[in-house]
């Protein structure tokens, strides 16, 4: 399982009381809708599903370490690590024209 930088350091040293949003992507579809369940049973909470088999997840830092020993997880990024934002999407454009 992938766990991004942020997520491990979140996992080894958690804030006390303090939530964070994850995407949790599954292996499969099937693993997809397994993990909606056994994640509620972790204290999180599942926001909205994504594509390619990933769940936007709000949980406390503390549990985060529950949550990746679930089974059929293939990767545990921070919510920000998914996507283009910020200024990089007006780099983009620049070049573009």
Known sequence: MYLS???RRMREDPIEDEEVELIVT???EQERRDLETEIEGVDGSVEEPLQFGALRVEIEQERIDDLCGLDGIESVE????VGMGGDAGEDVEELGE
């Not at 921070?78 to 690590?81: D, S, V, Y």
């Open 5 to 7: 930088h942020p997520v």
């Open 26 to 28: 599954a292996e499969d």
């Open 78 to 81: 921070t919510e920000h690590a």
